[in-house]
């Protein structure tokens, strides 16, 4: 059975930084790409960043320089570090491990930027 449970979301105020985590289990981690993605309220969701089984990674445009995407093989996890929090970054943020077509999908943490 996969799980992908992400954490470390929460209520912050612009300008500040979060650390997201997602802990999988149920498959063979370093084999899988992993990635974040976002969904607003009323938005579709987003790509956000993904980080290759080979350690590549790529990021949205809106997160560039601001946001990094790595991962742990040991502990089977992966992290979004996010820096310089804008309120447009509010949203649901999923985890997603992918080998074959289809991702799996985290439950998702809740992310909001405001003051």
């Known amino acids: 059975q996969v799980q992908l449970v992400e954490s470390g979301g929460g209520l912050v105020q612009p300008g500040a930084s979060l650390r997201l985590s997602c802990a999988a289990s149920g498959i063979i981690f370093n084999m899988y790409d992993m990635g974040w993605y976002r969904q607003a309220p009323g938005k579709a969701r987003e790509l956000v960043a993904v980080?290759?089984?080979?350690?590549?990674?790529n990021y949205a445009d809106f997160v560039k320089g601001r946001f990094t995407i790595s991962r742990d093989n040991a502990k089977n996890t992966v992290y979004l570090q996010m820096n310089s929090l804008k309120p447009e970054d509010t949203a649901v943020y999923y985890c997603t491990a992918q080998l074959g077509k289809y991702p799996y999908w985290g439950q998702g943490t809740q992310v909001t930027v405001s003051s």
């Open positions: 980080i290759t089984s080979g350690g590549s990674h």
